[in-house]
């Protein structure tokens, strides 16, 4: 028995010289170079991909399933670890739903995984080895150090098309709206919902007075946004902006449309589907980087509330 154990100490201290000296080479190379050393030192077999220089294998196929292409929407989950196998986060099936982007439309960070999951089909699992300007470059945000060469496992639970998605996103607000009643205590018609073609619901809470916003009018409002499950994502009061004035600001344009409907004083549940609101937005992987890259102005503020494709419930007093 003590020749076992030590027969076994043995060993791990010699595969623990292996790595040291293969990290020393790592250190001193390329990332081109220290993907390479990896892949020699595990016996992977992966394609690098020439323009990006990702590498990326397969480790579940799925001939028949969906290919994932641009403008689809794909449905993820992950594993980021660096190449000693440290994991660094993860969003797998325990955590929850699979994760949301669409594919071409720069909607995904680290960016190199946009190209990388148009080489997948639903249903499959791959792997990517992605160099630094494919990953992170010089971020330095908790576990993820600069230059990281970052591997990363995804599982593509599913693609999809928009308008499916568009689609789910209607039947989810009607949901809503019976859920809690929102027609079954109307006393007159005029008290019931509105369902505009874009998708946008309605619901005049208290009626107003005076003419309806024009354009290049000051138009104050209060307001709680919400999620579908009634999670609330953020307010304000005496928020003003001049009302379709044709300049660049940050007003959705579905909250615009809702307000335009409304007359002082009066008080609306105004529901908006994604596409009304912040569409795709983008998938930060892993999420803990996200107040990071706001700062480096690299994402807008606005990804830190709101997933991809989120229908948001507004409820807004206009005050003016």
């Given at each position: 028995m003590l020749v076992l154990v030590k027969r076994c100490i043995a060993i791990i201290v010699f595969g623990s010289l292996l790595i040291a000296c293969r990290n020393d080479d790592i250190a001193t190379a390329t990332a081109d170079e220290q993907i390479q050393l990896w892949l020699d030192s595990t016996g992977v077999i992966a394609t690098r991909e020439e323009n990006s220089g990702i590498y990326y294998y397969a480790d579940s196929l799925n001939p028949t399933g969906t290919q994932a292409a641009t403008g689809r929407v794909a449905a993820i989950y992950y594993i980021l670890s660096d190449l000693e196998g440290n994991i660094i986060a993860s969003h797998q099936r325990v955590d929850g739903d699979s994760l949301l982007f669409k594919i071409g439309a720069s909607a995904i960070y680290p960016i190199g995984i946009d190209g990388g999951i148009s080489l997948m089909r639903e249903g499959e699992i791959y792997n990517f080895i992605l160099p630094p300007d494919q990953a992170y470059t010089d971020l330095s945000s908790g576990a993820i150090n600069p230059n990281l060469i970052a591997h990363l496992q995804i599982h593509l639970t599913a693609v999809h098309d928009e308008p499916t998605l568009f689609a789910q996103e209607q039947m989810d607000i009607q949901q809503y709206i019976d859920d809690n009643f929102l027609d079954s205590l109307a006393i007159n018609p005029s008290d019931s919902t509105e369902h505009f073609p874009s998708g946008i619901a309605y619901k005049r809470r208290s009626v107003g007075v005076g003419p309806l916003p024009s354009p290049g009018d000051t138009i104050i409002v209060d307001y709680t946004g919400r999620?579908?499950?009634?999670?609330?994502?953020?307010?304000?009061?005496?928020?003003?902006?001049?009302?379709?004035?044709?300049?660049?600001?940050?007003?959705?344009?579905?909250?615009?449309?809702?307000?335009?409907?409304?007359?002082?004083?009066?008080?609306?549940?105004?529901?908006?589907?994604?596409?009304?609101?912040?569409?795709?937005?983008?998938?930060?992987?892993?999420?803990?980087?996200?107040?990071?890259?706001?700062?480096?102005?690299?994402?807008?503020?606005?990804?830190?509330?709101?997933?991809?494709?989120?229908?948001?419930?507004?409820?807004?007093?206009?005050?003016?």
């Amino acid at each position: 028995m003590l020749v076992l154990v030590k027969r076994c100490i043995a060993i791990i201290v010699f595969g623990s010289l292996l790595i040291a000296c293969r990290n020393d080479d790592i250190a001193t190379a390329t990332a081109d170079e220290q993907i390479q050393l990896w892949l020699d030192s595990t016996g992977v077999i992966a394609t690098r991909e020439e323009n990006s220089g990702i590498y990326y294998y397969a480790d579940s196929l799925n001939p028949t399933g969906t290919q994932a292409a641009t403008g689809r929407v794909a449905a993820i989950y992950y594993i980021l670890s660096d190449l000693e196998g440290n994991i660094i986060a993860s969003h797998q099936r325990v955590d929850g739903d699979s994760l949301l982007f669409k594919i071409g439309a720069s909607a995904i960070y680290p960016i190199g995984i946009d190209g990388g999951i148009s080489l997948m089909r639903e249903g499959e699992i791959y792997n990517f080895i992605l160099p630094p300007d494919q990953a992170y470059t010089d971020l330095s945000s908790g576990a993820i150090n600069p230059n990281l060469i970052a591997h990363l496992q995804i599982h593509l639970t599913a693609v999809h098309d928009e308008p499916t998605l568009f689609a789910q996103e209607q039947m989810d607000i009607q949901q809503y709206i019976d859920d809690n009643f929102l027609d079954s205590l109307a006393i007159n018609p005029s008290d019931s919902t509105e369902h505009f073609p874009s998708g946008i619901a309605y619901k005049r809470r208290s009626v107003g007075v005076g003419p309806l916003p024009s354009p290049g009018d000051t138009i104050i409002v209060d307001y709680t946004g919400r999620f579908i499950d009634d999670t609330a994502f953020g307010s304000d009061t005496d928020f003003q902006w001049f009302f379709q004035s044709g300049e660049p600001r940050d007003i959705l344009s579905g909250f615009e449309f809702g307000v335009s409907l409304m007359q002082t004083g009066e008080e609306a549940l105004i529901m908006i589907p994604s596409s009304q609101g912040y569409q795709e937005s983008a998938l930060i992987i892993p999420d803990f980087i996200d107040a990071d890259l706001v700062e480096d102005n690299i994402i807008p503020d606005y990804v830190l509330r709101i997933a991809p494709y989120q229908t948001l419930l507004f409820e807004i007093t206009r005050l003016d």
